[in-house]
């Protein structure tokens, strides 16, 4: 056999990037390779993620999890949507709501025949039409393929997770799948002196840990990809100007609503995230325009409920890693870049990785092809995740605040703007195919923060007043009987008294 042949895989860090990326390799590549993650139990992990989207049943899924078990292991309850409140003004609300909207026609999206009605003197808002929204709003849920009677599709939901729980879960998983785990903290990374690649750990015990080839989940340290490395970061912080979070549990509310809320304010914005145990708490802010003490004392007043603890400071920077995948190493989670959790991709962002990893895995060595495939792919999907957000801080009307102010006059990639332009002249929108958010999460954010379509498509003209009337009225009916059968969301989460 190839002595270059990939056998031993290493992940240095746990947390939900280690053991998700473990859990993984352990269900799909363990009969062929050795499996080790290092961790520390004295190194804390990030662990705010606690919101996700729709593709994290998928990973789920491929893992043969079941639903319930997972539900109750990690006090998760169902999310619909995420809401965002006072984005456009003060006192503004729409919601970013997961899943299809209306009906579309061939060649033409249902927006269009809202824009159309709008222009006919309908008052309906496009929200009207979205089952996850109506649903959400409502405290609503069960599993729903289709609309009974229909081939309209039915609710697209993801979760809110405890992350620490998560990965916990998915420790017990690998493990039993045969990933070999490790404790320890790493006191020297050695590098081969020919090629560059990193050859092994050196833990404080004393201990080496060799490998072929090196998954870094070390979080924002990135203490292979970067410090070791030297790989290079690209900063983004001109387009997104955050660069703090701080982070606090509260008592959880109830009703336990199915959605996430994103909040703005001054300078920055809250999240709140319902568990079934606890309230996920935190603030996204700038310190240029907020000092820490403003930002706690803002947080800590909009709470809700009562806190569980005290705040805690997590201080970033916006950008990705100049390469994921750099000689023998993988960057995967915080390592790689950071995006703040506006629209719930961290955890996303580890999943894609680790599927691409499983894609691309080199078989007898490492290969320029796959690597140069792998990078390409990330930055890609990275960038078009970056340009959505950076939609949020540019379309907004708020004038209250510098930092709104500077948000809404400041340049933005030629490309997102180009997009901005076609929608709000013609109501048209093109996403590219690596694109992660569908047609429908741009026209709800476009249309939520006030990027209201001059035009609508000219199929949508094909139909009569009395025709697109009778659609509309019958769209609603549908999607309202559907939520009104549907039981409460509490009622479908397990229960933790069993």
Not at 135 to 159: C, D, E, H, M, V
Not at 390 to 410: G, T, V
Not at 452 to 459: A, E, F, N, V
Request: aromatic share 10%; net charge neutral.
């Amino acid at each position: 056999m190839n002595d270059d042949t990939i056998r031993k895989l290493v992940i240095l860090g746990g947390g939900t990037a280690g053991w998700m990326t473990a859990a993984l390799a352990a269900r799909v590549l363990g009969k062929v390779i050795d499996i080790t993650l290092v961790e520390s139990e004295k190194i804390d992990t990030v662990g705010v993620g606690e919101a996700t989207i729709p593709p994290i049943s998928h990973f789920n899924q491929a893992l043969g999890l079941d639903e319930q078990a997972f539900l109750k292991a990690t006090k998760a309850t169902i999310k619909l949507g995420i809401q965002f409140e006072n984005w456009l003004q003060q006192g503004s609300r729409y919601m970013h709501a997961f899943g299809t909207i209306g009906k579309h026609l061939p060649f033409c999206d249902f927006h269009h025949l809202w824009l159309r009605s709008r222009h006919d003197g309908d008052t309906s808002t496009l929200w009207e039409y979205s089952l996850n929204y109506q649903a959400a709003i409502r405290n609503k849920f069960a599993p729903l393929a289709q609309i009974a009677g229909t081939n309209l599709p039915g609710l697209s939901y993801a979760y809110h997770f405890d992350a620490a729980l998560y990965a916990q879960f998915l420790r017990r998983y690998s493990e039993d799948n045969g990933v070999k785990r490790i404790e320890g903290t790493v006191r020297e990374v050695k590098v081969r002196a020919d090629s560059g690649f990193i050859d092994r750990l050196l833990l404080e015990s004393g201990q080496a840990v060799g490998g072929d080839l090196f998954i870094d989940c070390t979080g924002l340290s990135a203490l292979l990809i970067e410090k070791t490395l030297n790989t290079g970061f690209e900063d983004w912080s001109h387009w997104l100007p955050c660069d703090r979070a701080m982070a606090v549990p509260s008592v959880a509310e109830k009703p336990i609503v199915p959605y996430t809320r994103a909040i703005a304010h001054k300078a920055g914005w809250q999240w709140r995230i319902p568990l079934r145990h606890r309230t996920g708490n935190g603030m996204v802010y700038s310190s240029r325009y907020w000092s820490d003490v403003q930002a706690r004392d803002t947080l800590m007043h909009n709470l809700g409920t009562e806190a569980l603890s005290e705040p805690r400071i997590i201080r970033f920077q916006t950008g990705r890693r100049r390469a994921q995948w750099n000689k023998n190493v993988i960057s995967i989670g915080l390592s790689s870049g950071f995006l703040e959790p506006l629209e719930s991709t961290s955890i996303h962002l580890i999943q894609s990785a680790a599927t691409r990893l499983i894609k691309t895995f080199p078989h007898r060595g490492i290969r320029p092809c796959e690597v140069a495939e792998f990078n390409r792919q990330s930055q890609v999907e990275i960038e078009r995740i970056r340009d959505f957000i950076i939609l949020h801080y540019k379309a907004n009307q708020r004038r209250d605040s510098p930092f709104w102010q500077a948000c809404e006059s400041m340049q933005i990639p030629s490309g997102l703007s180009d997009k901005i332009a076609l929608f709000r002249t013609t109501g048209k929108l093109f996403r590219d195919t690596n694109d992660l958010f569908a047609d429908e999460a741009w026209q709800q954010v476009m249309i939520g923060q006030g990027l209201l379509p001059g035009d609508h498509h000219i199929i949508a003209s094909a139909l009569s007043q009395p025709q697109l009337q009778d659609l509309m009225a019958n769209l609603k009916t549908l999607i309202n009987g559907t939520v009104n059968r549907l039981p409460s969301h509490e009622q479908f989460l397990p229960d933790d008294r069993e």
